[in-house]
């Protein structure tokens, strides 16, 4: 059971965190009252001219949707708004499945906004959804913006589907930001129901939806039985996947999927056959914890991805992060005949997963449900670290990366595989056609196959038991990658600096020299490192500039400084005891003699 006075809270925009925490870090109450306004501000910099509206806890439906006179309802607000306005629904806990009536138009979207630090949750414990139903749904409607919200406890048993946020049909040009999902779960027992919690749905033949941006979102502690909780399926194209984190479900984390028949008048004799996932960038997530052993709809079998392609095709997947999650990921298809095509999986990081870091190709060697292929995908520049974490028997069957059945024109180049002792590097089944191998770099084990490998010695990680993944100067993987162009490498490492920065490409998903100036998404600096992040109890901190210990300064998301004691202190390391915390997002600044930094964390 999901408790909603135990959702963590909306921290601001990262981007922003490293200027405020430096101009206000020493008056936590101005720092919040900025930080709220000038976010709010950001957030409509094209609406401001247009109608801002509020709902409110108290407020009443006869009003006029003035801050003084706020609307009780969030249906009510968007019946009555249009292109260019915005509805702000204030703090509250809201009973209601909120759907959209009327669309927006280019430069001017209908904003559905919540506050910043303290977003209005849509409570669904006393509602239930009818066939497929969202707490938010979006249907048949375009340029639509839903930002900052916490959507939670929306569940059944019976064979309707419980969606989070639901985008259906012939919808377009629309943003989900920064909202908080927890609890969207089925409760039933059986394989063929299921819930999402967010649900991307092209349904019609004669429009995609396309343009749209999922960023920011946070989903946690969702049972969505034989359902993904994140899902793009049908007639879906020309979309972004950014930034978001996924954990601790029951089920596949994200899915881009092709040929469910999503979309029924897809079909090569009615017109193009689009009734798939494609044309999209799925970049930056943080995927951890999604495990089916105890979920019904699989008898105790562990086979949920992290990220997961069954069908989708012309996807770069870039440097997102899959750990402690049943298989890292999985390029298939489920559809006898049909193919998962042209799919890029580059600079990620993957490490301690259950069974697989990597698995390609159909799961059936034959005609049945998972016997599509995998054809034409390049899987390049990765780092996977020991993904054969279960010790239980009837798992104890692959390796770090599998080939199933039906690879084709596959291409595997320039990845770490770092396998625990006994373990297997790389397990082929088959039959397979036309895959390759190239500039591998193989340690730990010397199990299974290992196909390609120009290195079998330590990869020389600058902390690789904490997941710090960065080369060291001696490593035999600088220089060492094979040459690829650059819509196939990027132009980018994990880090975000440039991919090419010696005599050729490195192995991996960093590239050397770690860089010590350009900050991270969250205002951080790679010349620090902190780990596990999310963390239970013990966070580590390690520091790779010279000088003094930095002087440490520990904020929640609402801006307000906290006490701690190191527990141990290193030349340049230092452990912090945080067991008591709660659960949520920090901030950790550091202070020394040529400026701060701040870094993001997640008390798990």
């Known amino acids: 059971m999901v408790q909603c006075n135990s959702l963590p809270k909306r921290c601001p925009s990262s981007d922003f965190f490293p200027y405020f925490f430096s101009k206000f870090s020493k008056n936590p109450p101005t720092m919040k009252f ?151 779960d089925h409760t039933g027992t059986t394989n063929d129901r299921g819930a999402n919690a967010i649900g991307i749905y092209g349904t019609d033949a004669n429009g995609a939806i396309y343009n749209l941006l999922l960023q920011g979102n946070e989903i946690s502690q969702c049972s969505t039985l034989a359902s993904e909780v994140v899902t793009l399926n049908g007639n879906v194209r020309n979309f972004e996947v950014v930034s978001n984190r996924v954990h601790d479900c029951t089920n596949i984390g994200m899915d881009f999927i092709g040929w469910e028949g999503e979309c029924s008048g897809c079909t090569a004799t009615s017109g193009p056959n689009v009734d798939r996932a494609r044309n999209g960038i799925v970049r930056d997530n943080l995927i951890f914890n999604i495990d089916t052993k105890d979920n019904p709809a699989y008898g105790g079998e562990r086979n949920a991805a992290g990220l997961y392609v069954d069908g989708g095709a012309d996807i770069i997947f870039d440097r997102n992060i899959v750990h402690t999650s049943n298989i890292g990921v999985e390029l298939a298809s489920e559809t006898f005949g049909r193919a998962t095509e042209r799919i890029v999986v580059r600079n990620h990081l993957i490490y301690n997963n259950h069974l697989i870091g990597i698995s390609t190709g159909g799961y059936d060697p034959g005609t049945g449900p998972g016997g599509g292929s995998a054809e034409q995908c390049w899987v390049v520049q990765n780092t996977l670290y020991q993904n054969h974490s279960s010790t239980r028997p009837q798992d104890d069957f692959d390796g770090e990366i599998r080939l199933q059945y039906r690879n084709v024109d596959m291409m595997f180049a320039n990845n770490i595989v770092v396998a625990d002792t006994n373990r297997p590097r790389v397990v082929i089944d088959g039959p397979n056609q036309a895959f390759s191998f190239s500039n591998m770099a193989y340690w730990g084990s010397s199990d299974g196959q290992a196909p390609g490998a120009v290195v079998t010695s330590d990869p020389e990680f600058v902390n690789g038991p904490f997941y710090f993944f960065a080369l060291q100067p001696s490593s035999l993987c600088i220089d060492g990658g094979m040459a690829l162009p650059d819509s196939i490498a990027g132009t980018e490492d994990y880090a975000g600096d440039p991919r090419l920065l010696g005599n050729g490409l490195d192995i991996g998903a960093y590239e050397y020299p770690l860089p010590l100036s350009r900050p991270l998404p969250d205002g951080a600096d790679y010349s620090v490192n902190l780990f596990p992040n999310p963390t239970a109890d013990i966070l580590h901190l390690q520091w790779f500039f010279p000088g003094p210990a930095p002087k440490l300064s520990l904020f929640n998301s609402t801006g307000q400084q906290l006490s701690f004691s190191p527990l141990k202190t290193g030349p340049q390391s230092l452990e912090i005891d945080v067991s008591k915390f709660p659960a949520g997002i920090y901030w950790i600044r550091m202070e020394g003699k040529d400026g701060g930094i701040v870094r993001r964390w997640v008390k798990g």
């Open 34 to 184: 900025f930080c709220c306004c000038f976010l709010l501000l950001v957030s409509l910099p094209s609406f401001l001219s247009a109608g801002f509206f509020h709902v409110a806890m108290g407020g009443d439906d006869q009003n006029n949707g003035s801050a003084g006179t706020p609307w009780a309802t969030m249906n009510h607000a968007l019946s009555q708004v249009g292109p260019g306005d915005t509805v702000y629904v204030e703090t509250g806990i809201y009973s209601e499945k909120v759907s959209f009536s009327s669309s927006g138009t280019a430069g001017n979207p209908i904003v559905l906004l919540g506050d910043t630090v303290s977003p209005a949750l849509i409570d669904g414990n006393a509602l239930s959804p009818v066939g497929r139903e969202g707490l938010i749904s979006i249907v048949n409607h375009s340029y639509i913006h839903v930002v900052n919200f916490e959507l939670a406890n929306f569940r059944t048993s019976t064979t309707d589907t419980p969606v989070g946020i639901l985008v259906e049909g012939n919808s377009h040009d629309i943003q989900i930001r920064d909202c908080i999902l927890m609890g969207i």
